[in-house]
Structures are given as C-alpha cells and as structure tokens.
C-alpha cells in the first residue's frame, strides 16, 4: 500500500497479512485507515489470498475510532451514526464475505471498535499480555463494530452486559476462557502459532470454510428446520466441488489431500 496507515504482504502459501499501521496512535481508526483496509480486503481477494491475518503495529492491536479525526465541536451535535455508516459496518460486512478465512492476531491492547474488530474475524489468536475492552460505556456510548450481536452470543448475555455497563478490562486469559479468543500464546511465541495455524488454514478447502462460517453465523437467528435446509443445501454445493473430490480421492489413496478453493 502507498499511505502507511496500512501494511500489506502476501506470502508463498497465500497467507495474507494486513497490519494497522497507526502505533503513535495505538492504530486507532481514521476516514483514511478505512478506506485502505477496504482496499487492502479486495487486494487480497484478488491476490488470491486464502487466509487472512489482521494485527496491528506497535504496542498495541487497535484502540478503536481515533475521536481526534471527528468533527467534533463541544456544544454540538455529532452523528456517530454516519461513522457507523461509512466505516464500521462496512468492515464487519466485508470480513463476513471473504472468500477465506479472516484472524485476528492480537497483542497488547484491543479497545473499542478494535476489541469488536477481533470479535468479527473467524478466530481471534492472542498473546498473553493482550487485553480487550468495551470503552464506549466510558464515554457515554453502546458497543457498536457488531459488538451487540457478537458478544452476547460468545459470553451470554449477562457476560456481555457486565463487559459493555463496566467497560472492564479483560484479560487474554480470561477471553480464551469465555470462548472470545481462540488461542494464546506467551508473547514471544505469538508469531510462530499463527503462522502454524495460518499455513494450515490456507493448506484447507476455503469454500468449506466460508460456508462453515456461514452455516455457524445463521445457526444464532433461526430455527433447527431452516438450519437443517441450510446445511443440505450447503452439502449439496460443496459435494459438486473439486475439492470435495480432491478430498476423498486422497482419503482413498492415503496421501494428503491438495485443495485449490475449486
């Protein structure tokens, strides 16, 4: 990317990395940012990515929207809701229809939007010293970024309350603990788990997986008759892949498997 906001990179086996790229700033969120983490989501489409990793810079993961790049006036109204419009809800919609695993790599602090980012990728993968908070309660705000939908259904609904009414800090240990996070590492052996666990995503069938989040996201809004219909439906198409083929073929002749998101 050319505005260092964001940092991009791709590697041999098509693990993507998208890094904030604000560590002054504790990667907070501006107009800018946004546009080029939209920009950098279709990169990596592009690019044929198939897995995705988002981090941050510095000390920090993400502290959520920077309120200095608001128009902001003591007095006067300011409509949060066209941030929302424009920059938040977009993000989360676009990390739900990657065509490929997203994970969060979190380490020191993820505040606000940034803590619900995390919550909105596939896994969350955190080192020891990352915390979480729901800051918005602190100044006079509700939990946006989908935090509203996707906490209550991790935590349940008195977890989740007492998070957003506190705005308390939450530990690695204890979002693991929660079911919010999906491993932690000691901090200096983040980096070697989630480039395990990233090289294994990517080495799996990506179109499984997209519709393992599908089928998983929808089981919290409907019925076990519509969720039944879901997953045949879902079965059918994934049996006419080539992966699908691919993947008994070599359960068959007894190697491993090589997908190609076909």
Not at 152 to 172: E, F
Not at 197 to 208: F, I
Not at 211 to 220: D, E, L, N, Q, T
């Amino acid at each position: 990317m050319t505005d260092n906001t964001i940092l991009y990179g791709i590697d041999e086996n098509k693990v993507c990395t998208i890094t904030l790229h604000r560590p002054d700033k504790l990667n907070s969120f501006t107009r800018a940012m946004h546009a080029e983490l939209a920009d950098a989501v279709e990169r990596a489409t592009q690019d044929g990515a198939r897995a995705l990793l988002i981090r941050g810079s510095g000390r920090a993961f993400c502290a959520g929207q920077d309120l200095a790049d608001l128009d902001f006036t003591p007095g006067q109204a300011t409509d949060l809701g066209d941030v929302i419009e424009w920059g938040f809800n977009p993000l989360v919609r676009r990390l739900h229809a990657a065509p490929f695993p997203v994970i969060a790599v979190v380490h020191g602090t993820a505040a606000g939007a940034g803590a619900n980012l995390a919550f909105a990728c596939d896994m969350v993968l955190a080192g020891r010293s990352a915390s979480f908070i729901q800051a918005f309660v602190k100044i006079g705000l509700l939990p946006d970024t989908g935090g509203t939908w996707f906490l209550p259904r991790a935590v349940g609904l008195q977890r989740a309350l007492g998070l957003a009414m506190t705005g308390d800090r939450l530990s690695a240990a204890d979002a693991h603990a929660w079911g919010l996070v999906w491993q932690v590492f000691e901090d200096d052996a983040l980096d070697e788990g989630v480039a395990r666990l990233a090289a294994q995503l990517a080495s799996q069938p990506t179109g499984a997986i997209v519709a393992i989040r599908h089928a998983m996201r929808a089981a919290g809004t409907q019925g076990l008759d519509a969720q039944l219909d879901l997953e045949r439906d879902a079965q059918r198409r994934l049996g006419n892949s080539a992966d699908y083929a691919e993947g008994v073929n070599a359960f068959l002749e007894k190697r491993a498997p090589r997908f190609t998101g076909r």
